[in-house]
């Protein structure tokens, strides 16, 4: 993963992390690394193996594409549908 890449799926776990009130400490050790491991991922300092990346997706129960993207696309879907059903005139 590029620098920058790592950086915004490090912040996004964080942002999710933290949005679900769960402490750095308990997610870290619910991956068996440290505090410090897991700061350096959520900050990109760090390279994120594929098996990091899919435990921390299933501990904060997000989609590994979401988690990639940085975005909840489910939102996204679901705002264009009803989009959509107002312009069909369908409300």
Do not use: P
Not at 17 to 35: F, N, V
Not at 37 to 42: A, C, T, V
Not at 44 to 63: A, Y
């Amino acid at each position: 993963m590029k620098t920058e890449e790592r950086e915004r799926v490090g912040a996004f776990i964080k942002h999710v992390r933290e949005k679900k009130s769960i402490k750095q400490c308990t997610l870290a050790l619910a991956m068996g690394i440290s505090s410090a491991q897991l700061s350096r991922i959520e900050h990109g300092k760090c390279e994120i193996s594929f098996s990091q990346l899919i435990d921390i997706c299933e501990l904060l129960l997000i989609d590994l594409d979401v988690c990639i993207k940085g975005r909840d696309k489910v939102v996204k879907f679901s705002w264009c549908c009803e989009y959509f059903k107002i312009r069909a005139g369908n409300k």
